[in-house]
Structures are given as structure tokens and as C-alpha cells.
């Protein structure tokens, strides 16, 4: 009788152990530990998502860039993990699988996001935002300018039109240069492929509201190129940009996307297609395009 009550008793044992070693971790249950365990030093400081769905064995984890990732396990909670959320694509983000069997999980080193994000992941922890200004659209004419001063010059390079804000930032940057005492003829603006594809009168391609046209030429590199050459006098400079004279002061400003790409940060532009694709300016490019350029001041502003 004994002996039959140890066997029982050890039997209902392993039962336990085994059914606690097959246990599930519930969705909840991996967001508890992904943010107060393995991310709590993140927490605060980056956004982190996680997937609705659990992910199958063999499934994969689209990026934005048309790479994916195949889930290491049979079956996991997978988290998105935004590093900087307050930047512009590309930058750092992780992605994270949990192992819903043990919790063990993998975490993956990446520079963009999942494809389709907001439908597939929820946003568990964020960082606090700061309350977003007033946006006045269009800024309208240059308010109280300054003298025109002839030797200031600017390029403005606009490398798409994917967003409205990337209209927003050239616009206030031509404004504020005009009301800075920058002469339209001085400022060469570098434009999408040449023209705006937001219609008029909100937005357009008249940046101060003067009636006029205020793109000069498309973001593709040979004609940014070409611009640069011109300022330091080098062969294949536009001939209708002057040289830099050393009491003459450039100003610069980028607005799009950036990336880094086999150790060479760089700005996104277009590519000289039909239609235009994407092409990059990388930061080699840009230096060597500088060093020839010989004038009083130089200040370089990428958004």
C-alpha cells in the first residue's frame, strides 16, 4: 500500500513538472517581461510595439526595405523595439522574438521598421512627447526682412516629396532666409524632380507666397553636383551659378531622409529616372564637393 502511494504521489509529481515545463506564455505575460525585465533600462526612452499575433514557425517579419526576418522559433510574441523614435528613417531599432514555450528570446540589430506596423503591432511603451507646436501653413511672406546682402548664398536640397513636412521645412527655410537678407537669385533650391506634386495655393512650388516659382532644379546628384562645382569654379560647375568669392558666405540645408550604409552616412535624393527612383548623397560626396569651395563661412544644416 505504501508502495503504491509513492508511485501515486511521484507520478502526480511529473505530471505537474511536465504540464509546468509545457506551459504557455501568454501575449500579456511576454509585454510584462519585455518591459520590466529584458527593456526596463529602455523603458522611457523608446518606443516599444508588440505583434498582435503570435508568429508560426517558418513565418517571417517584413521591413519597410524589403527584408525580412524568420522567426528563430516554432512559435513567438515578437516585439519591435524603436530606439529614436523622434528621428527620421533610417536609424537603429531592434526587433525582439520571444520563444512562447520558455521565454527565452533573440533580439536582432536593425535600421528600419516592420511592414505593415500599425496593423500588426501595438504600441506597449513609448516615450513622453513633447506637446507639438502650432504649425502655420503656409508661413507666408518673409516678415520684416533685412537688407538684401549679396554675398550670402544658400542651397536648399529637398530629396522627395514622400511627406508634406518635407514641403514644410524647404518653405520656412527659403522664408527665413528671405527675411535674413538672402536674395532669391542666391538661393539655389534643389527640388523632388523638379516640381511640386502638392497643388497650390496651400502648398505648390512658391515657397514665400510671392507668386513665383521657387525651384530651381530636381534632387538628382549630377545637377546638385553641378551646383557645388560651380560655387568652387571647378570643371562642370552650372554656368549659371557664380563661383564663391572668399568674402561670400554659403549656407546649406537637407531635408529627407538619412542612412548609413557599409560605414558612409548619407542623405536620400532621386535618381534620374523615368519615374525617378531613389539614389543617395553620400557624406565622401558631399566633402569632396566642399573642400573646393573657397569663401568666407560655411554652416551645413541636414534635417
Not at 100 to 118: L, M, V
Not at 217 to 241: L, Q, R
Not at 276 to 286: A, M, N, R, W
Amino acid at each position: 500500500m505504501k508502495k503504491n502511494l509513492f508511485f501515486i504521489i511521484a507520478l502526480s509529481l511529473y505530471l505537474i513538472c511536465v504540464n509546468i515545463s509545457k506551459a504557455q506564455i501568454s501575449r500579456q505575460s511576454a509585454i510584462d517581461t519585455v518591459i520590466n525585465h529584458i527593456l526596463a533600462s529602455d523603458t522611457g526612452r523608446a518606443d516599444i510595439y508588440a505583434a498582435y499575433d503570435l508568429l508560426n514557425q517558418g513565418d517571417t517579419v517584413f521591413q519597410r526595405d524589403g527584408l525580412f526576418i524568420t522567426n528563430p522559433y516554432p512559435y513567438s510574441w515578437v516585439f519591435f523595439i524603436d530606439d529614436h523614435p523622434m528621428a527620421n528613417w533610417f536609424h537603429d531599432c531592434r526587433y525582439l522574438f520571444m520563444n512562447e514555450a520558455d521565454g527565452y528570446y533573440q533580439s536582432f540589430n536593425k535600421r528600419i521598421f516592420p511592414e505593415p506596423w500599425e496593423e500588426d503591432f501595438e504600441l506597449v511603451s513609448g516615450i513622453n512627447l513633447p506637446e507639438p507646436p502650432e504649425v502655420i501653413n503656409p508661413p507666408g511672406n518673409p516678415k520684416d526682412p533685412l537688407a538684401p546682402n549679396p554675398y550670402l548664398h544658400a542651397v536648399i536640397i529637398c530629396g522627395d516629396e514622400m511627406f508634406s513636412r518635407y514641403w514644410r521645412n524647404t518653405s520656412y527655410i527659403f522664408t527665413t532666409l528671405k527675411e535674413k537678407g538672402f536674395i532669391d537669385e542666391n538661393i539655389v533650391v534643389h527640388y523632388n524632380n523638379g516640381s511640386s506634386n502638392f497643388p497650390p495655393p496651400t502648398y505648390g512650388a512658391d515657397f514665400d507666397k510671392d507668386q513665383l516659382d521657387d525651384i530651381d532644379y530636381p534632387a538628382f546628384k549630377d545637377p546638385i553636383k553641378s551646383t557645388f562645382k560651380a560655387y568652387a569654379g571647378m570643371p562642370g560647375g552650372n554656368p549659371a551659378i557664380p563661383q564663391l568669392q572668399p568674402y561670400d558666405h554659403l549656407f546649406i540645408f537637407t531635408t529627407n531622409h538619412g542612412d548609413l550604409n557599409n560605414g558612409n552616412a548619407s542623405i536620400r535624393i532621386l535618381h534620374k529616372l523615368s519615374p525617378p527612383g531613389l539614389d543617395y548623397l553620400y557624406d565622401y560626396e558631399l566633402a569632396d564637393l566642399l573642400e573646393g569651395i573657397n569663401c568666407a563661412h560655411m554652416a551645413i544644416v541636414m534635417s
